[in-house]
Structures are given as structure tokens and as C-alpha cells.
């Protein structure tokens, strides 16, 4: 299995999970930019949109779901998430608005999301490195234009196999009308998707326990969040039960799916650039587990930036040595 962060905040959502053989089967999760963007970093990773086999969408809102109009219409790349989300969605393709995090309407016309967040976000990296102009107007691959639908229902709790991949969705606690996280399974590897939760469930814990790469929610600070510039209604909709994980709540989160036996990697995520620094969401975490007691050496912890971000290997599961040497 092969993981690449595209892109993660406030400013947009996009994550790529590969697997079976030459990673044959490709899948996003969320698409939260235009699809220019989202095209100029998947050919950084030699990966061209009309490879994809489907869009798994966590939840309807515009940081997560803009590029959703062109991929499914220009590409026919078929969108994967539960009955009631995707309701939603064909209100936004048949409209070209879609809602914000924080409440806007935002249209699928703009190249980036003007959102509280993201003041100097625009155009960060948007340009291709390694040469080239990214075809945004190529044939599309026979196989995905003879699909029949451009939906694929996934009812949250239940598992669909897409591909060479086993996708199981699992409720959030999120203000979107059927917000969902993921897990993903190929070759004996799992991978957990957790962003845009206001609090951490039991349900919650269940998949995330099973993750070998837990992609998690550290949106904010609460103090600097409190102690900063956003309108009283917004600050207690973040640390509402339906808004976002604080550094506390992603630490608390992974101390209670703590497993000693083996080796984890974990990103955080989705981080405000007003009310989080990676830093402080960073050493939050180790704080938090060294005064737990936990082993650091088991954990590889790295923060997913707002542009392209980190790759993860599911070989390093094997490679790590840190496996056997680790004390009983
Ligand atoms: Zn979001
Ligand atoms: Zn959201």
C-alpha cells in the first residue's frame, strides 16, 4: 500500500491510497481542491487522473468535496460514500455551490477556497515541478467511462471492496448531515482516516485501534483557538461535539489505541493555520505520551502540511527494525 497526502487543513482535503499489484487500484480520499491542483500533484507522483478508480468522501463540505464536478464529469471518476452525503453532493452539482466548514457558500468555479483559514494559501503549490503541463482534457480511461453509475453507495458502518482494497466506513461526529471516517485494508495493511470530528467515540476507537498508518485530526490548540481571532459563534462551534479534535483530544485518542506490540505511523491532520502551529500539535503529542509512559520509538509521528505532503510505504512495515529490538 502506498499513501500520499495531497494537501490537508482548512484549505483543502486529498489523500491517495494505492495498493495490489504496481498499485493498480487508486483511490482518493476526499478531493478538497480544483482539479487542477489536484492533477499537478498526483503527475509529481507519477499518477494521472484517469487512473483513479473512485472518490471515497468523508462528508459534503467544500474542503473536502471541490474538485467533485470535474472529476466526476470530465473524468467519470466515480464517487464512493453513503446515500445522504451524496444527496448532498447532486445538490452542489446541480447548483455549483457547496458549504464551507465554517458555514459560506463556496462555488466550484474557484480555483481555492477563500476560506478564515487559508489567508496565504492560494497559490503555495500550484506550480509542477519536474517540467511538464499537466493535460487536464485527456481521453478518459475506457474502463471508467463503460461505469454504470457515478455513485457507489457505501452505507457508513458497512465495507465495500474496491479493487485490490477493502474500504470500511465508520461514523464521525461532524455537523454534515452523515459525516464518515475510513479504514482501508490491502496485503495484511490498514490504514485509518479520522479528520472532522468533534469528539472521538467508542466506534471511532474500534478502527482506529486496527490502523498501521492513523491519518488523525489535530485541528487546534483550545487555548490559542479561546485566546484568538475568531467570532464567539465559530469558536464554539470547533469545540462543539460536531466541529474539530484538539491537540488534546487526537492525544487522548491515541493513547487510548495504544499498542505495545508493534510499529505505527501517525499524521496529523487537518490543522488550523490560526490556531495550531505543526510544531505545537507535534510536541503536544509526544508530551502527552511520554507522560503516558508510552514508548516513542513505536510511533512515527509527522504532521501532513496544507500542499503535497508525506508518502507512506506499507514496506516499511516489514523494514522497520525498531520491531525487534523493541524491549518486551
Ligand atoms: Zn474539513
Ligand atoms: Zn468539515
Same mark, same amino acid.
Request: glycine fraction near 8%; aromatic fraction near 4%; hydrophobic fraction near 40%.
Given at each position: 500500500?502506498?499513501?500520499?497526502?495531497?494537501?490537508?487543513?482548512?484549505?483543502?482535503?486529498?489523500?491517495?491510497?494505492?495498493?495490489?499489484?504496481?498499485? #493498480?487500484?487508486?483511490?482518493?480520499?476526499?478531493?478538497?481542491?480544483?482539479? #487542477?491542483?489536484?492533477?499537478?500533484?498526483?503527475?509529481?507522483?507519477?499518477?494521472?487522473?484517469?487512473?483513479?478508480?473512485?472518490?471515497?468522501?468523508?462528508?459534503?463540505?467544500?474542503?473536502?468535496?471541490?474538485?467533485? $464536478?470535474?472529476?466526476?464529469?470530465?473524468? !467519470?471518476?466515480?464517487?464512493?460514500?453513503? $446515500?445522504?452525503?451524496?444527496?448532498?453532493?447532486?445538490?452542489?452539482?446541480?447548483?455549483?455551490?457547496?458549504?464551507?466548514?465554517? +458555514?459560506?457558500?463556496?462555488?466550484?468555479?474557484?480555483?481555492?477556497?477563500?476560506?478564515? =483559514?487559508?489567508?496565504?494559501?492560494?497559490?503555495?503549490?500550484?506550480?509542477?515541478? !519536474?517540467?511538464?503541463?499537466?493535460?487536464?482534457?485527456?481521453?478518459?480511461? $475506457?474502463?471508467?467511462?463503460?461505469?454504470?453509475?457515478?455513485?457507489?453507495?457505501?452505507?457508513?458502518?458497512?465495507?465495500?471492496?474496491?479493487? =485490490?482494497?477493502?474500504?470500511?466506513?465508520?461514523?464521525?461526529?461532524? =455537523?454534515?448531515?452523515?459525516?464518515? +471516517?475510513?479504514?482501508?485494508?490491502? +496485503?495484511?495493511? /490498514?490504514?485509518?482516516?479520522?479528520?472532522?470530528?468533534?469528539?472521538?467515540?467508542?466506534?471511532?476507537?474500534?478502527?482506529? /485501534?486496527?490502523? =498501521?498508518?492513523?491519518?488523525?485530526?489535530?485541528?487546534?490548540?483550545?487555548?490559542?483557538?479561546? #485566546?484568538?481571532?475568531?467570532?464567539?459563534?465559530?469558536?464554539?462551534?470547533?469545540?462543539?461535539?460536531?466541529?474539530?479534535?484538539?491537540?488534546?483530544?487526537?492525544?487522548?485518542?491515541?493513547? /487510548?489505541?495504544? /499498542?505495545?506490540?508493534?510499529? #505505527?505511523?501517525?499524521?496529523?491532520?487537518?490543522?488550523?493555520?490560526?490556531?495550531?502551529?505543526?510544531?505545537?500539535?507535534?510536541?503536544?503529542?509526544?508530551?502527552?505520551?511520554?507522560?503516558?509512559?508510552?514508548?516513542?520509538?513505536?510511533?512515527?509521528?509527522?504532521?501532513? $502540511?496544507?500542499?503535497?505532503?508525506?508518502?507512506?510505504?506499507?514496506?516499511?512495515?516489514?523494514?522497520?527494525?525498531?520491531?525487534?529490538?523493541?524491549? +518486551?
Amino acid at each position: 500500500m502506498r499513501v500520499v497526502s495531497l494537501g490537508s487543513g482548512s484549505s483543502g482535503n486529498a489523500l491517495l491510497i494505492e495498493a495490489g499489484p504496481r498499485g #493498480r487500484t487508486k483511490l482518493l480520499v476526499d478531493a478538497g481542491f480544483s482539479v #487542477r491542483i489536484i492533477a499537478e500533484r498526483l503527475h509529481k507522483i507519477g499518477v494521472h487522473l484517469t487512473q483513479l478508480q473512485g472518490v471515497l468522501v468523508t462528508h459534503e463540505h467544500s474542503d473536502h468535496v471541490l474538485a467533485l $464536478p470535474g472529476l466526476m464529469k470530465r473524468y !467519470n471518476i466515480p464517487v464512493v460514500t453513503n $446515500p445522504r452525503t451524496y444527496a448532498v453532493i447532486e445538490e452542489g452539482l446541480a447548483t455549483g455551490m457547496w458549504r464551507s466548514d465554517s +458555514g459560506k457558500l463556496i462555488s466550484s468555479q474557484q480555483e481555492t477556497t477563500p476560506l478564515l =483559514d487559508v489567508a496565504n494559501e492560494a497559490t503555495a503549490d500550484i506550480s509542477v515541478q !519536474n517540467g511538464g503541463e499537466v493535460a487536464l482534457e485527456e481521453p478518459v480511461a $475506457p474502463d471508467v467511462r463503460n461505469s454504470p453509475t457515478l455513485f457507489l453507495p457505501l452505507e457508513v458502518g458497512a465495507s465495500r471492496i474496491i479493487g =485490490d482494497i477493502t474500504v470500511t466506513s465508520f461514523p464521525i461526529s461532524h =455537523d454534515a448531515v452523515a459525516p464518515c +471516517g475510513y479504514l482501508l485494508s490491502a +496485503g495484511g495493511c /490498514r490504514v485509518c482516516v479520522v479528520t472532522d470530528s468533534g469528539e472521538v467515540t467508542p466506534a471511532m476507537l474500534d478502527m482506529m /485501534r486496527l490502523a =498501521d498508518l492513523l491519518v488523525l485530526e489535530s485541528n487546534h490548540d483550545r487555548e490559542r483557538l479561546l #485566546r484568538g481571532p475568531y467570532p464567539y459563534y465559530l469558536k464554539a462551534r470547533i469545540l462543539s461535539s460536531t466541529g474539530h479534535l484538539s491537540n488534546d483530544q487526537a492525544a487522548e485518542a491515541v493513547l /487510548r489505541t495504544w /499498542r505495545g506490540d508493534s510499529v #505505527r505511523w501517525l499524521w496529523l491532520s487537518h490543522l488550523s493555520r490560526t490556531n495550531n502551529t505543526p510544531t505545537l500539535a507535534r510536541s503536544q503529542m509526544r508530551l502527552r505520551l511520554k507522560e503516558a509512559g508510552a514508548n516513542l520509538a513505536q510511533l512515527h509521528i509527522s504532521v501532513s $502540511p496544507p500542499a503535497m505532503g508525506h508518502t507512506w510505504d506499507s514496506t516499511q512495515l516489514w523494514h522497520t527494525s525498531s520491531l525487534w529490538e523493541m524491549p +518486551g
